[in-house]
């Protein structure tokens, strides 16, 4: 295990054991591992941040190799959109007579920089002299929009690995993820699940265990987005005849901070929020539709308008709360406006940072290492460069399986035990 990595700050933990001849074999690992997160699992103020890393899942079938069953990142996203037939032609008239190149560092991999960049346009042009050129012009940029996020409409609703239950191995780490969460303490206040995935694989995994959550819509037949249901518990009476209640335990917050591939731009009856959450999805419905996922049009106001300023309001609440401790997994920090939040949360000395993920020169997690604070504690594996079929340790899966700790009868009655004891030596101290 001597490519399994837990950095706090500089110091790789693992390394000093191994210095210090502490055994440290692979089960070892795991174990300090669990045993780290047991402990931040136990912390007042717990939120998890889940990137576009783990809803991509690739497995290998034989004469093919690996096949995506679940949502590319963005780079191969880009890619592959760039790279289409339905886009060759748009790539070229805007090389051509906007000077966008595709190709260039800043788009090559992200189509949201991309579309942030021709919602500018498209304003611009939509704002200047209308001449017939100009009114031709901004209709073809809109036009490419169009296409741009049907394209990621597809790929997000992931429609046919769903009918086919193709992408049942992805929905079962989500489900074992969220199954794990629920045996942390009753006591302590929920869990916060931020993400920047537009995919449902959330949603359906806690939907199929039976766990309730607040995403930020209410209503019934038709939900509307409205941020105070953030401030809300979930709550059973305990004694009918009296006004007792108790949170339950199987409850999440989850804050879809670049919104949802099934939230839509819709009116509603005394609705001061116009964005309704569809219940059913399918590309057919929505391909006409204006989906809020980020970047938004710029009649919201850039990318700051509603539902995205009041989700990264939410966030930035969360972050500021004393002792709190932020865990983010699949996240490669390419994000300027979830990264400024996070640094400002350092300005607390109580807060903590958990990054699932590996370090390099060419990253941004590598630049946080750099900063050598001992809050900041980086967790993985280096990828092996002889074995491109190997799943490194920080993968969504295999922190999942072997990282997140399973609190399961046996743990927790150990964990009674020990209480048992602390407390009966106190008694005896006294």
């Known amino acids: 295990m001597s490519n399994t990595f837990f950095y706090k700050g500089k110091e790789n933990i693992f390394e000093k054991s191994k210095a210090q001849n502490i055994e ?32 991509s899942c690739e497995i290998e079938q034989p004469e093919v190799g690996k096949v995506q069953i679940g949502i590319p990142v963005m780079a191969p996203l880009a890619e592959n959109f760039y790279d289409s037939d339905t886009f060759k032609e748009d790539k070229k008239w805007l090389k ?26 498209s304003f611009y042009y939509s704002k200047s002299t209308k001449n017939e050129n100009s009114k031709k012009t901004e209709q073809r940029i809109n036009e490419i929009i169009q296409n741009t996020r049907n394209f990621l409409l ?29 045996s942390r303490n009753s006591t302590l206040p929920r869990l916060n699940i931020f993400s920047t995935n537009y995919d449902l694989y959330s949603e359906r995994a806690m939907d199929l265990l039976g766990i309730h959550y607040a995403n ?11 941020p105070t249901i953030f401030n809300y ?9 009296q006004s007792k209640w108790s949170v339950i335990d199987n409850f999440f917050y989850l804050y879809k ?12 009856e005394n609705k001061l929020f116009k964005v309704k959450e569809i219940q059913e999805p399918k590309f057919d419905n929505l391909k006409d539709k204006e989906i809020m996922i980020y970047p938004t049009p710029l009649k919201y106001n850039a990318s700051f308008g509603s539902p995205y300023s009041d989700l990264f309001r939410e966030f930035q609440r969360k972050l500021m709360i004393n002792n709190n401790i932020l865990v983010t997994i699949g996240y490669s920090f390419n ?51 002889d074995n491109e079929h190997y799943v490194p340790l920080h993968f969504f899966k295999r922190f999942v399986e072997e990282i997140l700790p399973d609190l399961t009868a046996e743990d927790l009655d150990k964990k009674l035990e020990n209480t048992i004891k602390k407390l009966f030596n106190t008694e005896q101290a006294k």
Not at 350 to 377: A, C, H, M, Y
């Open 154 to 182: 597809g790929k997000i609703l992931n429609e046919e690995n769903i009918i086919n239950n193709a992408d049942e191995p992805l929905l079962n780490i989500y489900k074992q993820f969220y199954r794990k969460l629920l």
């Open 335 to 385: 994000d300027e406006h979830i990264n400024n939040l996070i640094f400002q949360a350092f300005t607390i000395p109580s807060f903590r940072l958990i990054v699932i993920g590996e370090p390099t020169g060419s990253n941004k997690i590598g630049v946080l290492q750099k900063l050598d604070d001992s809050r900041i504690w980086i967790i993985g594996e280096t990828f092996p460069q």
């Open 233 to 241: 518990a979930l709550a059973e009476k305990m004694d009918l005849s």
């Open 24 to 55: 440290s074999d692979a089960d070892s690992v795991k174990k300090k591992m669990q045993e780290e997160f047991l402990k931040v699992l136990d912390n007042k103020n717990v939120s998890f941040l889940l990137g576009s890393g783990c809803s």
């Open 257 to 268: 901070i670049h919104g949802s591939v099934n939230w839509i731009e819709a009116e509603g």
């Open 216 to 226: 930020g819509f209410t209503g019934g037949i038709s939900k509307f987005f409205n």
């Open 96 to 121: 051509n007579e906007l000077q966008i190149n595709v190709e260039s560092e800043n788009f090559k991999t992200n189509v949201e920089t991309f579309l942030s960049t021709l919602h500018s346009i």
